[in-house]
């Protein structure tokens, strides 16, 4: 009766509206910020240790060709709630970056959404209308407080701000850098010295399924780390920092801590979930926002995305190409490696599949995300997708503005500030080393009309000429 009657406040009636008890399972969706595709073990980390991710890995589907529908961490967090494509959503850049775009380069990027609007129907609106109880438990970004998780569908929020990272991983979780202004977390004052971020927000999402125990529930675990400020816990760092040899492609003992505990946390939650005896009717789903942060952070470098191209913010793989895991109790089949394109979009409309729910109708029609049920369950049917689509009109220090499609095992870049195209055989080139376009003009040039009519129908925004830098 609980979330009957909040949903009835919510949608501004005064009657309960009847909701009927879900026959489809809970659903814990762990998101990390700015996992790279190759910083866990079982994606091939040559340093990091990640023994209970792997464990995951080998009970769960594993994706090697999944995607974040953006380099960037905002935009895929709405098409991961929304099933839309971010450029269809005009949320195509980090919220402060939205509200704050630079001036003085070659081109001005686009006036873009800062915030999530209400228009736009969220898995978490959709899930509660069938009865479940749900929670967010972590980083949002997706607005300012009147666009907070409790006004997007979900019945908690512990954590969740306008903010896309804390000043700091160690309680009280506030201060002034290293970004600029005070910052803090929410819901978590009753901390102790010491106390570490992702060990107090599993924390909490575990009270939050005990409290619910017995109901059926939608668990949105979004996790500060491995984001910056590169604050792992000081003895696991030393620890890591003993491990790193000459050759190593990951060196950044910092953030070998922040992948450590991370691991332990995802442990911890999934013993929670078997505790309380709901492993077997529990949808569990580890991914990334994006791919991993290149650049160098206390003047280390961050991480190594090899052998993918570049990191976050660009287009290359290294920036969009993310970890990505699945376990459907029951249906998929345990330790299968899947080499599908699959992408951030395609959760919302694979969600509603896996509860038995309808959703909004026309919202369901805009949707761009494909339903990953039938590959789930082990079909041997690859979706009905001819192509990958990314949009970034944006600066980042990886890139200048660009889009980019991916067909098959083609792939093409086209930058704004000069009209250049590259292309690139993933097949034989995952590390997009090799530029194709001179000697496949033809693809290329398919590649590139294909690309202008997506940004054409979803009416993606466009950076324009800077006359006054």
């Known amino acids: 009766m609980r979330k009957l009657a909040i949903s009835a406040l919510l949608l501004g009636s005064l009657t309960p509206l009847p909701v009927a008890f879900p026959a489809g399972p809970n659903f814990v969706f762990v998101l990390v ?32 060709n999944a ?5 960037v961490c905002t935009p895929t967090r709405a098409s ?62 997706l607005g300012t407080a009147e666009y907070y998780p409790q006004t997007q569908g979900f019945d908690y929020n512990v954590g969740g701000t306008l903010w896309g990272a804390p000043q700091t991983f160690f309680f009280p979780y506030s201060g002034d850098r ?49 984001h910056t400020p590169i604050e792992g816990k000081p003895a696991v760092a030393e620890t890591y920092r003993g491990r790193i ?27 929670a979930i078997s505790e309380l005896g709901a492993e077997d009717e529990t949808v569990v789903i580890l991914t990334s926002d994006n791919g991993g942060f290149v650049n160098k952070y206390d003047g280390l470098r961050v991480t190594d ?25 029951g249906v998929t089949t345990p330790g299968t490696v899947v080499d599908v394109p699959v992408s951030s979009v395609d959760y919302y409309r694979t969600i509603l599949t896996m509860a038995g729910v309808e959703g909004d109708r026309e919202h369901n029609a805009s949707v761009d995300g494909i339903d990953l049920a039938p590959l789930l369950r082990g079909s041997g049917q690859r979706p009905e997708r001819e192509a990958l689509f990314f949009h970034y009109p944006h600066y980042y220090a990886t890139t200048s503005p660009v889009s980019a499609v991916r067909v098959g095992d083609w792939k093409l870049l086209r930058y704004y500030e000069d009209s250049r195209v590259e292309l690139y055989d993933l097949g034989d080139d995952i590390g997009e080393r090799r530029d194709r376009s001179s000697d496949e003009p033809e693809t290329a040039a398919a590649l590139v009309k294909r690309l202008e009519t997506w940004l054409e129908r979803v009416g993606a925004q466009h950076p324009a000429p800077n006359t006054v830098r």
């Open 33 to 64: 910020d700015d996992l790279g595709w190759s910083d866990l073990g079982i994606y091939g980390s040559d340093l990091h240790r990640t023994p209970r991710i792997d464990e995951f890995a080998s009970s769960a589907m594993r994706f090697s």
């Open 80 to 141: 991961i709630l929304t099933g839309k494509h971010p450029a269809k959503l005009n949320m195509t850049v980090w919220r402060e970056a939205a509200k704050n775009p630079p001036l003085q380069r070659r081109l001005l990027p686009p006036i873009t959404r800062d915030s999530l609007p209400h228009s736009e129907i969220t898995v978490a609106e959709v899930l509660r209308r069938a009865g479940y109880a749900t929670a967010h438990v972590g980083k949002w970004h």
């Open 305 to 329: 995305n090899s052998p993918l191209r570049s990191g976050k913010g660009s287009l290359y793989e290294g920036g969009i190409r993310v970890p990505a895991m699945i376990r459907w109790p």
């Open 67 to 71: 995607y974040a529908s953006s380099p």
């Open 245 to 271: 040899r000459g050759g190593m492609r990951h060196r950044n003992p910092h953030l070998a801590a922040m992948v450590h505990s991370l691991d332990e946390n995802v442990g911890r939650l999934l013993d």
């Open 178 to 226: 290293p970004f600029r202004g005070l910052r803090y977390v929410p819901h978590l004052g009753d901390g102790a010295e010491g106390e570490y971020l992702t060990d107090r927000l599993t924390t909490e999402a575990i009270r939050i399924l005990r409290r619910e125990q017995g109901e059926p529930f939608f668990l949105h675990l979004a996790y500060h780390t491995v």
